[in-house]
């Protein structure tokens, strides 16, 4: 047994505690046999894209006779983005700062602040911790200052707050809605069973055609609406030409399309939930308000965590709702990041469009490693 | 096993009463509609000409318009092969991809919960350094297999001479993190390395090329979803069963993925609707033989501007059979499967 626990193999050292203390006769390779093929498919099919666009994005490709040319240009990419010709499209123009742009922000100050210091307190408290925490309150402090000089004042936003605006809400209303409707199909109702089929379907339609089927729809002369758009006199006036008419489109064809992807994650983690802590209760006394906050709700956090974490991730990606819908207009109004990497990539930018990328990928992986650290972590150990 | 059958599903001790059922409906029937009426408009658009569709909303077939079938009549005569065969690629693709991914996906999202795994900064650092000497190799002219063949051979000489001596290292939720970060790149920038790599494969227009790529990048998705799911089995059955001599793989078969159905058919369902469904990816890595209907679809904004008509047609026979396997597999997610597991 004690040849087991030390190991090794390929430096991967395998503990198994929980199997020896079930006193398991254990195969000494499972460990490794269960997770090697998963990593081996994902090392081999991500290093080289990565490093691959990572050289592309310091590079600037041009068309010569004969084929392609890469060129070494350092930063240059990056420093177009940040403060070159591109940086208005990039983080957009910011205006002079608005009484309410002021209170949003000093609000945030403080929120950060005291979060800071209630960590400062707290008994489990360490150095890397703190360091952690002030980098993700630098990171959330820019951002939100990006957000309220570009979109709470005269100035307009570039693609990178779009797209968070994109992601935050589209996110938090999803997440609403599949819940809620999760918990109403959950009921014992008749019919319950064609709601959940339903209620699925939007997200199986390809995201080019949930585009296009959006365009039809939301047409100001030809589509279903179109007696409301005359009730309200928008006929002419559509509402391409309103960025943010335009934005509201576009979001809520995401969340038409993925709001069933949360609903059925958390309808299945709640029909795995052991009936017996529900009935329990309910013979002790608990109304259904206490029972889903006591009970349903803590125990479907993980995968209320994990999907949010997904549709963040996905969610950031968002390309073909703006691209076939707006065309990212008017002007540059609905262009989400990846579309603004599609845009320059066409004009056969290929340096430029992978330094995008690439940008989205530092913001990503900074919301997600921040989300991961501070809440998922902690949600996990509560379960 | 008797303790997984599936018989007592017990209605639950809730009893609903007569005004949260009217609420519930009103909320269910009010989502449906806002689900079911944009699919009503593919419907009724599939059977307009392109006259009705462009001279002002009609809403009733037989009222409004008279519906005729001649872009069913164009998409599946006209077209013919050339709607065939993308829809023998996308079934083919789709479900092979999604069986592959979801069955390496659990494996390893079951290892991430059960077991523990420890991988030292020393491996990692040894890694990384075989990666650098292969990019540096064919950055310099190398071709491709020397210089993977000198990374590699970099890698297991540092892992067996310095990375030993280093203890620290990540765990399975940094493991996990991992995997899941390979979803953060946007497709825009990943495309074109794929191409090469296929290309290098010689695997590009085959379905092959396609089945890869989708297994890889749904393979996270699968391990999270999972994870969660299997997290929730009680480990009581596991040790139980290990206790009476199961090896670890007949555990897995036989206890964990029959008590974790629900959540493997919900991930399931939606990696293939993924995979059924993905565009960039399949733009790239394929053009006549192995082309996907969402490719199909896409072409109908042709220089005329978009054939709605033809757009409908293709939408509708896209999903139908993605809602009949929803439909078929659906039941399964269902209550009451853990019933009795504990007890027994």
């Given at each position: 047994m004690s040849g087991y626990a030390s190991a090794r193999e390929r430096g991967f050292r395998i503990a198994a505690s929980r199997w020896r203390s079930a006193g398991a006769r254990l195969d000494r390779f499972a460990g490794a046999v269960f997770i090697l093929p998963a990593v081996i498919v994902i090392l081999a099919f991500s290093i080289f894209p990565l490093l691959a666009s990572l050289y592309v994005s310091l590079a600037r490709l041009s068309f010569s006779e004969g084929g392609v040319q890469l060129k070494f240009v350092g930063f240059d990419n990056y420093a177009k983005l940040l403060v070159g010709i591109d940086h208005v499209h990039f983080l957009g123009l910011a205006g002079p700062l608005t009484p309410i742009g002021v209170a949003v922000l000093l609000a945030g100050a403080a929120l950060i602040a005291f979060w800071l210091y209630r960590y400062s307190r707290d008994?489990?408290?360490s150095v890397g911790g703190f360091a952690g925490r002030i980098v993700v309150a630098l990171g959330a402090g820019t951002l939100l200052w990006l957000v309220v000089t570009t979109v709470m004042s005269s100035g307009r936003p570039g693609t990178l707050v779009v797209t968070i605006v994109y992601v935050g809400v589209d996110v938090t209303v999803q997440y609403l809605l599949g819940l809620g409707l999760a918990l109403l199909v959950v009921?014992?109702?008749?019919g319950r069973r064609f709601f959940r089929v339903v209620f699925l379907l939007?997200?199986?339609?390809?995201p080019v055609g949930v585009a296009y089927l959006f365009r039809m729809l939301t047409d100001t002369s030809k589509g279903p609406l179109y007696p409301l758009w005359v009730r309200f006199g928008l006929t002419d006036v559509s509402w391409v030409t309103n960025p943010w008419g335009a934005r509201v489109a576009v979001m809520i064809g995401d969340v038409w399309q993925w709001t069933p992807f949360i609903f059925i994650v958390l309808l299945a983690a709640i029909e795995t939930l052991p009936h017996e802590l529900v009935e329990a209760a309910v013979v002790d006394g608990a109304n259904r308000w206490q029972v889903f906050w006591r009970i349903t709700f803590p125990l479907i956090l993980p995968a209320s965590s994990t999907v949010v974490l997904i549709r963040l991730i996905e969610g950031f990606k968002i390309v073909d709702l703006p691209n076939v819908l707006t065309n990212g207009g008017p002007g540059t109004a609905t262009e989400s990041l990846t579309l603004h990497a599609y845009t320059i990539w066409r004009a056969l930018d290929i340096g430029g469009s992978a330094a995008v990328a690439y940008m989205l990928l530092i913001v990503v992986t900074f919301v997600g490693v921040s989300y991961v650290n501070l809440f998922r972590r902690r949600v996990t150990a509560m379960a | 096993m008797a303790i997984l059958s599936r018989g007592q599903r017990s209605v639950s001790a809730t009893t609903i009463s007569f005004p949260t059922m009217v609420v519930s409906y009103v909320a269910l029937f009010a989502w449906a509609f806002v689900v079911l009426f944009p699919l009503y408009w593919l419907a009724i658009t599939s059977l307009k000409t392109p006259l009705d569709v462009n001279s002002g909303p009609f809403y009733v077939p037989f009222r409004d318009f008279q519906p005729n079938l001649d872009s069913w009549h164009y998409i599946f005569v006209d077209l013919g092969e050339d709607t065939f065969r993308p829809y023998l690629n996308t079934v083919v693709v789709g479900l092979t991809s999604t069986t592959i991914t979801v069955f390496i996906g659990s494996m390893a999202a079951y290892a991430l919960v059960r077991m523990r795994y420890r991988v030292s900064f020393g491996a990692i650092a040894s890694f990384i350094s075989g990666v650098a000497i292969a990019a540096v190799a064919v950055v310099f002219g190398a071709p491709w297999p020397v210089g993977v063949a000198a990374g590699f051979a970099v890698f297991l000489l540092l892992l067996n001479t310095i990375a030993k001596r280093v203890k620290p290292g990540v765990g399975n939720d940094d493991i996990a993190f991992w995997m899941i970060s390979q979803r953060m790149l946007p497709p825009v920038a990943v495309v074109i390395p794929i191409y090469i790599f296929f290309q290098q494969l010689q695997l590009l227009d085959t379905w092959g090329a396609l089945i890869i790529a989708y297994v890889a990048s749904h393979l996270p998705i699968v391990v999270w979803l999972m994870r969660d799911y299997f997290q929730s089995v009680p480990i009581e059955l596991e040790e139980s069963a290990a206790i009476d001599g199961a090896s670890p793989y007949r555990i897995f078969r036989s206890i964990v993925l029959p008590l974790a159905v629900p959540g493997l058919v919900a991930t399931f369902l939606f990696v293939l609707v993924f995979a059924w469904n993905e565009y960039l990816i399949a733009l790239f890595l394929t053009s006549a033989n192995a082309q996907t209907l969402p490719l199909t679809v896409a072409a109908q904004n042709a220089t005329r501007g978009p054939q709605w008509w033809y757009m409908s047609v293709l939408i509708l026979i896209m999903i139908g059979p993605v809602i009949a396997m929803a439909i078929a597999l659906e039941r399964f997610i269902a209550r009451g499967l853990l019933v009795g597991a504990v007890k027994g």
């Open positions: 008994h489990a408290r009921q014992h109702l008749p939007p997200m199986m339609i390809t | -």
